[in-house]
């Protein structure tokens, strides 16, 4: 049994309009010791994913179908005080802004320690003192340092103590929503490797989600793309990387540039991610899509299965067979933009 | 037009700020002694824009990027040094160059939701300029800076406001605004961080077409070493206020010579999960620029650290013998003969250095 299975899971928000679908029709497994990647542009649902898993949405979202299985038990299912047990304990979540998730008026340590107690009730101090030090020499920071305030750590200090937090409980598993995005590559770096060695040592499994794919392609297993709420493609990162049949997962790749290839042609993906609230029928991607046909706009894409991929693409045979290079050809993309649009080309 | 004809000389500019003013005084009041600190942002930059150009400033936060950008353009006075355009000195211009300066001296920002007005219609933000430099023709020049950046039909987004164009169509109106006024250059400082992935590359076109269809030139701010090997004809790399490695982007990218310019591009991820990576660990982090150290600003980080010469002598951005770009490092030779061992003062101790002299350059 895998550590997280998710199904069919919808995560909804209330608006004035109506509900916006965030996450719709979600299904993935994280195995024990597994690093999976969520890439997507914003708004494509991959904070909302975290989000639910980990218990803390907004008062707007809900969870309106589905099951998320963690080591057996359904957290749907769970009252908040249960959830908020797990929270830390199990599961922890590092995100993207670290002010945002330190206390200003406690000390580093206090915070820390709190959160030993309060899920482990009978830890003496001296244990958790010992386990502040521990997880600050982890991720480089001076255990002197521990009794500072937040403000008095630069943003990579901070970032890197809330990585000392969510690690001090040793949870089964991480969930870190561009942990490092904010940070200077160098910093990103040192932070990343550091976490890849703390979950070695410890035997969690992870899920980063980025924009970044570069990010991606050097820390996780598997890697799923999503698109405006729902899973375009997944897979072992290797195969995402170099043979994906889904439009998208090639778009989206091209329009990252590679700092070892010298000369490179960026492709931009023209238009925006549909409204959540009233999605098109159909292929969520048909309307940026260079290869949509009337089917795309009509019939939803089902999985497709091959060489560990799943991908949900009509077309995915096609591209695997003849179009591949077609779809990759930045001018592919930028004809349908100015087919589509005149040119307003974003 | 010639692409190597020099349009703009930078000449050792400085840009300090006091730091007991304003909002950074509580970032820094732990060192409040009484005396005025400065923030040296920018101390002692050196480089030309060629014509046609795109020249990339690259370097971590608070490096001095936006600020040597912003003193491009005339957003700050510097504090010393001085810029060279059309064999003007720009400390002893008259009004009326200044003026004219202003005009060809353009900046893109990073957040166009902040650089723009929210008040002010498409149309009024494009013509502003034109009408501050007493410009004719508005309307028509308005319509084709609005074509060139792709808000197609222009008129269609004459009367919108900032809040309801897409943060891809906002930059594309402040660059419109840009050009309106038909400038020599346009600093860009990480005109497309704010945009997705997905729209960067449509932005990034127009700049260019900027460059290869009126032979702008472009000075491109940015963190991210990726977009600028994609962007850049060259590139200077920052750290602390200063340049510390300048030359052609493919040399620098893959022939990195100073110490930190090669913890820099190793710390770049790579969007190939095939490639594997030498990583290389870095001591601590990029010191404050209040107190800076004598000699080299990157000695306590420095793992090729060679001992009194770096802890004394300022490296000099020079040519060295043995490649094309420009380095400020002690460890190479350099090209104009300068030997940085001469400004050592008293006899080096091997304790102190921590370093066998025998890992220092030799001085033939
Ligand atoms: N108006 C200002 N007043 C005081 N300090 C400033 C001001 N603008 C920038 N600085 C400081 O100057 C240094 C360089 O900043 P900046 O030019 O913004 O670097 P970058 O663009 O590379 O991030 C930083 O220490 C920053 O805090
Ligand atoms: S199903 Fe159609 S619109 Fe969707 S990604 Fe495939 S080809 Fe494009
Ligand atoms: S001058 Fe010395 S300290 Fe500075 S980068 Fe070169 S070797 Fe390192
Ligand atoms: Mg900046």
Redesign the interface.
Known sequence: MSQLEVEDLEVYYETEEGPAQAVDGVSFELEEGENLGIVG??GCGKTTLAKAIIGILPDAGYINDGSINFQGDDLTEMTNAQRRRLKWEEISMIAQSAMNSLDPVYTIREQIVEAIETHRPGTGRVESDEIVTEMFELVGLDPERADDYPHQF?G??RQRAMIAMALALEPSLMLADEPTTAL???????I??RMASIQEEINSSMMVIT?????V??TCDRVIVMYAGKIAEEGP??EI??QPYHPYTI???R????????S?D?????G?PPELIDPPQGCRFAERCPMATDKCREEEPEAHYKNGLRSYCHYADEIDAELRPYADD?TTWNQA?AATD????? | MSGNDVLLEVDDLKKHFKVNQGWIASLVESFGSGEPDYVHAVDGVSFELREGETLGLAGESGCGKTTTGMSLVKLHDPTAGDIVYDDTRLSEASDAEIKQFRQNAQMIFQDPFESLNPRMTVYDTVAEPLRIHNIRNETARVQRALEFAELLPPEQYYDQYPHELSGGQRQRVAIARALVLDPDFIVADEPVSMLDVSLRAGVLSLLDRMTDEFGLSVVYISHDLSLLRHMCDRLAIMYMGKIVEKGPTDEIIENPQHPYTQALINAVPVPDPGVGRERVELQGEVGDVIDIPTGCRFKNRCSEYIGDVCDQVVPPLEAKTDFEQDVACHLYDSAEGYDPYQDVTGSPSAAETGEEPESTPADD
């Open positions: 542009e914003s630069s990579g200090m200077d590559v160098i910093m990103q770096d040192q990343l490797k924009h970044d794919v570069s990010v392609a050097e990162v290797e990387f170099d778009g989206l790749k329009a990252f540039p590679n700092i070892r290839k010298s490179q960026l492709l931009s993906i023209s925006y930045p933009a005149g040119g307003v080309g974003e």
